[in-house]
C-alpha cells in the first residue's frame, strides 16, 4: 500500500533537535492530492483498532479500549491538543490560593 502523508511544512506543529531548542510553526499550505497529516493517520489506526478490539476482543484489550483519547475531533487531533497534553492539562480547575 501507498499512503501519502504531509510534510513538516503542511502541517501545524513544533520542531525540537538535540541542540535543545523548540520552536512553534504553521502549516505553510495545504497537502497535495490525497495527503493526510501524520497525526490523522495515527489517529484513524487507532480509532479503528479500539472498534475491532471492542467488538472482537483479544488479548490484553484495556490499553487500547481504556486509552484516554481527549480530543475535541477525535479522528483528527489538532497540534495544539497534542501540545497541551503534553505540557500537561489541568484535569480539574485550577484556582490560585
Given at each position: 500500500?501507498?499512503?501519502?502523508?504531509?510534510?513538516?511544512?503542511?502541517?501545524?506543529?513544533?520542531?525540537?533537535?538535540?541542540?535543545?531548542?523548540?520552536?512553534?510553526?504553521?502549516?505553510?499550505?495545504?497537502?497535495?492530492?490525497?495527503?493526510?497529516?501524520?497525526?490523522?493517520?495515527?489517529?484513524?489506526?487507532?480509532?479503528?483498532l479500539?472498534?475491532?478490539?471492542?467488538k472482537?476482543?483479544?488479548?490484553?484489550?484495556?490499553?487500547?479500549?481504556?486509552?484516554?483519547?481527549?480530543?475535541?475531533?477525535?479522528?483528527?487531533?489538532?497540534?495544539?491538543?497534542?501540545?497541551?497534553?503534553?505540557?500537561?492539562?489541568?484535569?480539574?480547575?485550577?484556582?490560585?490560593?
Amino acid at each position: 500500500y501507498q499512503l501519502p502523508s504531509t510534510c513538516v511544512a503542511e502541517d501545524d506543529g513544533s520542531l525540537v533537535n538535540s541542540g535543545r531548542w523548540l520552536q512553534w510553526h504553521w502549516a505553510g499550505g495545504t497537502p497535495p492530492g490525497e495527503a493526510k497529516r501524520d497525526t490523522w493517520i495515527m489517529a484513524q489506526l487507532y480509532l479503528r483498532l479500539k472498534e475491532l478490539y471492542t467488538k472482537e476482543g483479544g488479548a490484553f484489550p484495556d490499553p487500547i479500549v481504556k486509552l484516554n483519547w481527549p480530543y475535541a475531533d477525535p479522528g483528527d487531533p489538532k497540534a495544539e491538543e497534542r501540545a497541551q497534553e503534553i505540557n500537561v492539562r489541568a484535569l480539574a480547575k485550577v484556582t490560585e490560593t
